[in-house]
């Protein structure tokens, strides 16, 4: 199977790692950035660097489009106009009603793998970035099942979990598990921050401020903003509707704090106890104070 | 030095193996759960388990109080009054306002480790567990001095960096870097298991839920009950204060969403960036879209 990958960076570059060693494919990629092609070339991400969109989709049976959301929808369009009639061709963007037109092609099915890393460049890439992980596919209910299974068969070689959703479910749940937890890391750091200030607690050198809780939620606050505006642009309405209702949630707390109501305040702690239970698995709740 | 114990927990029982293995003190311990004071003994936390806490205090001249929030200013109290002249006694817990009447004795300094884990109880004690961590001392103007000095000398052979820093200040700064992060947390985790409910995905068996950015913000979600309902109402001022700035910060995302306005957003994440690498230090700030 010859496989195109647009845009090798961390992404698109883990995954031509996962899919020459994991699943025996043949991997051309392009990238805007000539230099990130030749660093993939050397780094065993593809087999072949190519100089255009229209080179690597030439005769390609999968096509990954890994380019930053701002450009994601130019780069699906491009690859549909080039590609042939026997390829699917997906992308791995946060949003999924972003990538509308690109729906009415049969060929096409949005996708969106849950992982990736602190660090971006296709010098971070790793075969095993993608193992066990959710990988979510949209396909509109016109898309061509045969290429539709043939895009699973592949995400399953990488190490991941295909798993289909609508476009729209896949936009609110994200806005939940993904978007609002960035906003809610960069509310709290802002805060946290101006309170070392506010208090003159210069930050011990070099030491982590706070504890391990505080650097659990603000670990990924601040993160790539050029990436990260055009995430919260493109998924603008869910992710509103997410912050009115956290919103909502803490104006709960709030209330219950206003009347020292420690019943209510015990009976919400415990369905978030049970909530993360459920979500982390067998991780141990924590029953410390851990600060 | 004799130092007692009082309450040999987590951090009763990791200040008690540093205290023994780092600072050559005689420990003795105490708890109102004799199974919990004689696996303290087995495990050396402690020399000696008193059967109670005038036996405990008896010719120390430090004492821990380190029982939970609920029951802490009564412990201090307690200790205060059977504590001799030469005796400083101190306190481990989250909020150092509510322990306002024992600052009037000159033997008394509030103090609060920055340090923590996510299980309870002294089988996980640990004599690294203050290593490199801020300890917060919260001493009265008319606190004894030389005590005060005694008890810094105690604390920085357990591994932690002392801290002085007024009762209500930290109280403030303990709303916004500890307690605000566990409401977020969980507000958050209640929001993404209702969305992962309502858009009908069940969760793959065995694996934890959505991306590394949620496992990381949710981690601290739903701590044990009694002791944050405790800890939540023991600082409820400062934490009210707390969210109403984190509501506002949200209000300000959702204005900026609302309109669309990318400059806004980029220099707000620009922000929470610049003030994650303060908090953080040397840790790398996430620049690829892990959700």
């Known amino acids: 199977v010859k496989i195109a990958i647009l845009g090798v960076g961390l992404i698109g570059g883990s995954i ?42 030439a005769g390609a049976q999968v096509v990954f489009a890994a380019a930053p959301v701002g450009v994601l929808a ?16 997906s992308d791995v963007g946060s949003t999924k009603l972003a990538l509308q037109d690109a729906r009415e092609d049969v060929r096409f099915v949005g996708g969106h793998p849950l992982a990736g890393a602190e660090t971006a460049g296709v010098e971070h890439a790793r075969e095993d970035l993608f193992e066990g992980a959710t990988w979510y596919l ?27 959703i609508e476009a729209d479910a ?40 706070g504890g ?6 603000i670990r990924v606050a601040g993160a790539n903003t050029a990436i990260w ?4 642009l493109a998924n603008r309405e869910a992710l509103i509707e997410a912050i009115e209702q956290a919103i909502g949630g803490l104006e709960d707390v ?3 704090l206003l009347h020292a109501d420690a019943s209510a305040l015990a009976t919400w702690n415990e369905r978030a106890r049970a909530a993360r239970m459920k979500l982390l698995g067998g991780d141990t709740p924590p029953t410390a104070a851990a600060p």
């Open 16 to 57: 031509g790692l996962a899919a020459r060693r994991r699943a025996g494919a043949r991997v051309c990629g392009y990238d805007p950035d000539p230099r990130a092609g030749a660093a993939a070339l050397e780094l065993g991400a593809i087999d072949e660097q190519a100089p255009d969109i229209a080179a690597a989709v």
């Open 74 to 89: 130019e780069t699906v369009r491009e690859a549909l106009a080039l590609a042939g009639a026997d390829c699917v061709v």
């Open 138 to 164: 949209t396909p509109a209910p016109s898309a061509d099942r045969e290429l539709y299974a043939r895009l699973c068969d592949v995400i399953e070689r990488l190490g991941a979990l295909p798993a289909e």
């Open 170 to 209: 896949h936009d609110r749940l994200m806005a939940r598990i993904s978007h609002l937890p960035h906003v809610l890391a960069n509310v709290l750091v802002l805060q946290a921050a101006e309170a070392f200030e506010r208090e003159d607690k210069p930050l011990a050198g070099g030491q982590p401020a």
């Open 212 to 217: 391990p809780g505080l650097r659990d939620t």
């Open 229 to 232: 505006t055009d995430i919260y």
């Open 254 to 256: 709030r209330a219950a």
